[in-house]
Protein backbone atom coordinates (compact mmCIF):
# COMPACT_ATOMS: atom_id res chain seq x y z
CA UNK A 1 0.00 0.00 0.00
CA UNK A 2 1.15 3.80 -0.79
CA UNK A 3 1.75 6.34 1.78
CA UNK A 4 -1.90 7.88 2.35
CA UNK A 5 -3.21 6.02 -0.31
CA UNK A 6 -7.12 6.88 -1.24
CA UNK A 7 -8.75 3.71 -3.16
CA UNK A 8 -11.34 4.78 -6.00
CA UNK A 9 -14.59 2.86 -4.88
CA UNK A 10 -16.45 5.04 -7.21
CA UNK A 11 -16.16 6.90 -10.32
CA UNK A 12 -18.74 9.10 -12.07
CA UNK A 13 -17.84 10.97 -14.88
CA UNK A 14 -19.45 14.23 -15.15
CA UNK A 15 -18.07 15.70 -18.90
CA UNK A 16 -15.71 14.80 -21.35
CA UNK A 17 -14.60 17.85 -22.87
CA UNK A 18 -11.99 18.58 -26.20
CA UNK A 19 -9.23 19.47 -23.39
CA UNK A 20 -10.32 17.84 -20.14
CA UNK A 21 -12.28 15.25 -18.66
CA UNK A 22 -13.73 15.90 -15.49
CA UNK A 23 -15.32 12.86 -12.88
CA UNK A 24 -15.90 12.84 -8.95
CA UNK A 25 -13.87 9.91 -7.29
CA UNK A 26 -15.48 8.23 -3.78
CA UNK A 27 -12.33 7.17 -2.22
CA UNK A 28 -11.59 5.26 0.73
CA UNK A 29 -9.65 7.18 3.52
CA UNK A 30 -6.60 6.18 5.04
CA UNK A 31 -8.27 6.35 8.17
CA UNK A 32 -11.42 4.64 6.94
CA UNK A 33 -14.08 7.31 6.32
CA UNK A 34 -14.79 8.38 3.08
CA UNK A 35 -14.66 11.39 0.59
CA UNK A 36 -15.18 12.46 -2.72
CA UNK A 37 -12.74 14.08 -4.96
CA UNK A 38 -13.33 16.10 -8.10
CA UNK A 39 -10.78 15.01 -10.76
CA UNK A 40 -9.96 16.36 -13.91
CA UNK A 41 -8.39 14.35 -16.46
CA UNK A 42 -5.76 15.70 -18.92
CA UNK A 43 -3.46 14.33 -21.74
CA UNK A 44 -0.88 16.57 -20.59
CA UNK A 45 1.30 19.27 -22.34
CA UNK A 46 4.00 21.14 -23.98
CA UNK A 47 6.04 24.02 -23.72
CA UNK A 48 8.71 25.75 -25.11
CA UNK A 49 11.32 28.35 -23.73
CA UNK A 50 12.59 29.91 -27.63
CA UNK A 51 15.48 31.98 -27.49
CA UNK A 52 16.46 33.62 -30.35
CA UNK A 53 20.19 34.19 -31.90
CA UNK A 54 19.88 37.53 -30.36
CA UNK A 55 19.41 36.27 -26.83
CA UNK A 56 15.92 37.36 -26.86
CA UNK A 57 12.87 35.11 -25.40
CA UNK A 58 9.48 34.56 -27.63
CA UNK A 59 6.85 34.94 -25.81
CA UNK A 60 3.09 34.59 -26.82
CA UNK A 61 0.25 36.81 -25.77
CA UNK A 62 -2.88 35.51 -25.85
CA UNK A 63 -6.29 36.12 -23.98
CA UNK A 64 -7.13 33.16 -20.69
CA UNK A 65 -10.79 33.20 -20.66
CA UNK A 66 -10.60 31.89 -17.15
CA UNK A 67 -8.51 34.72 -15.78
CA UNK A 68 -10.94 37.14 -17.80
CA UNK A 69 -7.36 38.76 -19.21
CA UNK A 70 -4.58 38.57 -21.64
CA UNK A 71 -1.29 36.93 -20.31
CA UNK A 72 2.03 36.86 -21.76
CA UNK A 73 3.35 33.41 -21.98
CA UNK A 74 6.04 31.01 -23.77
CA UNK A 75 4.65 29.35 -26.33
CA UNK A 76 2.27 25.94 -24.77
CA UNK A 77 0.03 23.70 -25.95
CA UNK A 78 -1.78 19.48 -25.58
CA UNK A 79 -0.79 16.76 -26.16
CA UNK A 80 -2.47 15.22 -28.70
CA UNK A 81 -3.52 11.22 -28.64
CA UNK A 82 -0.36 9.24 -29.28
CA UNK A 83 1.70 12.49 -30.08
CA UNK A 84 5.21 12.54 -28.59
CA UNK A 85 5.84 15.71 -26.59
CA UNK A 86 8.67 16.42 -28.83
CA UNK A 87 6.44 16.81 -31.80
CA UNK A 88 4.16 18.83 -29.88
CA UNK A 89 6.72 21.71 -28.70
CA UNK A 90 7.63 21.60 -32.27
CA UNK A 91 4.09 21.68 -33.92
CA UNK A 92 3.32 24.42 -31.29
CA UNK A 93 6.26 26.77 -31.37
CA UNK A 94 5.34 26.79 -35.31
CA UNK A 95 1.75 27.47 -35.14
CA UNK A 96 2.03 30.13 -32.11
CA UNK A 97 5.51 32.32 -33.03
CA UNK A 98 6.33 31.31 -36.76
CA UNK A 99 9.59 30.11 -35.71
CA UNK A 100 10.88 25.62 -36.00
CA UNK A 101 13.76 24.14 -34.92
CA UNK A 102 15.62 21.03 -35.10
CA UNK A 103 16.96 21.05 -31.77
CA UNK A 104 14.94 20.77 -28.74
CA UNK A 105 16.63 19.91 -25.19
CA UNK A 106 13.93 18.79 -22.43
CA UNK A 107 14.55 20.50 -19.14
CA UNK A 108 11.73 19.23 -16.61
CA UNK A 109 8.60 17.90 -16.27
CA UNK A 110 6.20 19.10 -13.59
CA UNK A 111 2.23 18.57 -12.61
CA UNK A 112 0.09 21.76 -12.41
CA UNK A 113 -2.12 21.41 -10.35
CA UNK A 114 -1.88 18.04 -8.66
CA UNK A 115 -5.12 18.79 -6.43
CA UNK A 116 -7.49 18.41 -8.81
CA UNK A 117 -5.59 17.75 -11.96
CA UNK A 118 -2.99 15.20 -13.99
CA UNK A 119 -2.08 17.32 -16.24
CA UNK A 120 1.86 17.04 -16.95
CA UNK A 121 3.56 19.53 -18.55
CA UNK A 122 7.10 18.83 -20.07
CA UNK A 123 9.46 21.85 -20.90
CA UNK A 124 11.43 21.88 -23.30
CA UNK A 125 14.26 25.16 -24.43
CA UNK A 126 16.25 25.60 -27.95
CA UNK A 127 18.25 28.84 -28.94
CA UNK A 128 18.63 27.00 -32.73
CA UNK A 129 15.28 28.93 -34.06
CA UNK A 130 14.42 29.21 -38.12
CA UNK A 131 11.78 31.95 -39.02
CA UNK A 132 9.62 30.35 -41.13
CA UNK A 133 8.38 31.35 -44.94
CA UNK A 134 5.02 30.09 -44.49
CA UNK A 135 4.48 29.27 -40.76
CA UNK A 136 1.06 26.87 -40.31
CA UNK A 137 -2.36 27.81 -39.52
CA UNK A 138 -2.51 28.57 -35.70
CA UNK A 139 -5.92 27.23 -34.37
CA UNK A 140 -9.09 28.62 -35.50
CA UNK A 141 -10.07 29.43 -31.96
CA UNK A 142 -6.43 31.06 -30.81
CA UNK A 143 -5.45 34.55 -30.93
CA UNK A 144 -1.85 35.39 -30.72
CA UNK A 145 0.36 37.88 -30.86
CA UNK A 146 4.53 37.21 -30.71
CA UNK A 147 6.62 39.48 -28.45
CA UNK A 148 10.62 38.86 -28.40
CA UNK A 149 11.85 39.99 -24.80
CA UNK A 150 15.24 40.38 -23.24
CA UNK A 151 15.29 38.54 -19.69
CA UNK A 152 15.38 41.17 -18.09
CA UNK A 153 11.97 42.93 -20.16
CA UNK A 154 10.37 39.57 -19.18
CA UNK A 155 11.45 40.40 -15.67
CA UNK A 156 9.54 43.25 -15.77
CA UNK A 157 6.63 41.95 -16.47
CA UNK A 158 6.74 39.74 -14.38
CA UNK A 159 6.50 42.16 -11.98
CA UNK A 160 3.48 43.80 -13.38
CA UNK A 161 1.87 40.62 -13.42
CA UNK A 162 1.57 40.51 -17.42
CA UNK A 163 3.17 36.82 -17.13
CA UNK A 164 1.16 35.31 -14.31
CA UNK A 165 1.46 31.80 -15.00
CA UNK A 166 3.65 28.78 -13.79
CA UNK A 167 5.12 27.49 -16.67
CA UNK A 168 6.39 31.09 -17.46
CA UNK A 169 7.36 32.22 -14.44
CA UNK A 170 9.43 28.94 -14.40
CA UNK A 171 11.49 29.46 -17.98
CA UNK A 172 12.29 33.23 -16.18
CA UNK A 173 13.54 31.59 -13.31
CA UNK A 174 15.53 28.77 -15.00
CA UNK A 175 16.83 31.33 -17.62
CA UNK A 176 18.19 33.44 -14.95
CA UNK A 177 19.76 30.78 -13.32
CA UNK A 178 21.75 29.55 -16.30
CA UNK A 179 22.57 33.41 -16.61
CA UNK A 180 21.07 33.90 -19.75
Same mark, same amino acid.
Not at 19 to 48: F, M
Not at 130 to 148: N, Q, Y
Given at each position: ?42 ? &? ?31 ? &? ?36 ? &? ?62 ? &??
Amino acid at each position: MKKFEEKTINTTSIYEGKVVDLRVDEVSLPNGRTAKRELIKHP &GAVAVIPITKDNKIVLVEQFRKPLEKSLVEIPA &GKVEIGEAPEVTARRELEEETGYTTNELSFVTSFYTSP &GFADELMHIYITDELEKMDTPPASDEDEFVEVLELTLDEAKELVEQERIHDAKTNYAILYLHAL &GR
